[in-house]
């Protein structure tokens, strides 16, 4: 218990020696240290301007006159004077030809690696002339397919009757197909399909 007493009274004397002696070692550092002037950057090649005489040739060029101010405008007094005033000569020749546009035609044959294959096929509507006289047949089809497989153009390749041709294309716009592809990318063909009409399945 002495001991820790001793400390704390002397405590404020070891303090005031610290201090002392960082001030002292301070001063002293002051005192030693060099100086540091500034050395500004000097470079190894002194900067030079050299002059070049114009030939006489150019200094007898005179200079070239100013151009010429706007006119303020002034009200005209007819149409006609207009014209004169605001229509210049030009020196067009003639429109551009535009690119013509790509080709949106489908060719009668595309290849493809994957063949469409029929989802939603619905049966013709069988014509009742036909039905009344016992015909029998079949109607062949070409049939355009988008890229989604839905029927966007009918032709008629063979013929059975008028009334049995617009049966089937009627049915044939509303059938629906998996897209045929080529390279795994959906492309637009043409399919041919029969169809065929029997009174009796």
């Given at each position: 218990m002495e001991?820790?007493?001793?400390?704390?009274?002397?405590?404020?004397e070891y303090l005031k020696i610290g201090w002392t002696c960082a001030l002292s070692i301070a001063?002293?550092?002051?005192?030693?240290?060099?100086?540091?002037?500034?050395?500004?950057?000097?470079?190894?090649?002194?900067?030079?301007?050299?002059?070049?005489?114009?030939?006489?040739?150019?200094?007898?060029?005179a200079e070239p006159p100013p151009p010429p101010?706007?006119?303020?405008?002034?009200?005209?007094?007819?149409?006609?004077?207009v014209e004169q005033t605001t229509i210049e000569t030009t020196d067009f020749t003639g429109w551009?030809?535009?690119?013509?546009?790509?080709?949106?035609?489908?060719?009668?044959?595309v290849p493809y690696d994957t063949p469409p294959e029929p989802l939603y096929i619905t049966k013709p509507k069988y014509p009742e002339i036909g039905?009344?006289?016992?015909?029998?047949?079949?109607?062949?089809?070409?049939?355009?397919l988008d890229t989604?497989?839905?029927?966007?153009?009918?032709?008629?390749?063979?013929?059975?009757?008028?009334?049995?041709?617009?049966?089937?294309?009627?049915?044939?716009?509303t059938w629906r197909f998996t897209p045929a592809k080529q390279r795994d990318?959906?492309?637009r063909v043409w399919l041919g399909y029969p169809v065929k009409f029997q009174l009796k399945d």
């Amino acid at each position: 218990m002495e001991k820790k007493l001793d400390i704390k009274e002397r405590g404020g004397e070891y303090l005031k020696i610290g201090w002392t002696c960082a001030l002292s070692i301070a001063i002293i550092a002051l005192l030693f240290i060099p100086e540091c002037a500034p050395n500004p950057y000097k470079p190894r090649v002194a900067a030079g301007v050299v002059t070049i005489e114009l030939p006489p040739e150019m200094k007898q060029l005179a200079e070239p006159p100013p151009p010429p101010k706007p006119k303020m405008p002034v009200a005209a007094e007819s149409a006609e004077e207009v014209e004169q005033t605001t229509i210049e000569t030009t020196d067009f020749t003639g429109w551009e030809k535009v690119p013509p546009p790509p080709p949106t035609v489908t060719p009668d044959f595309v290849p493809y690696d994957t063949p469409p294959e029929p989802l939603y096929i619905t049966k013709p509507k069988y014509p009742e002339i036909g039905r009344k006289a016992g015909m029998e047949g079949s109607v062949y089809l070409k049939l355009l397919l988008d890229t989604t497989g839905y029927v966007i153009d009918v032709k008629v390749v063979k013929s059975l009757n008028p009334a049995f041709d617009e049966n089937a294309v009627r049915a044939a716009r509303t059938w629906r197909f998996t897209p045929a592809k080529q390279r795994d990318k959906p492309v637009r063909v043409w399919l041919g399909y029969p169809v065929k009409f029997q009174l009796k399945d």
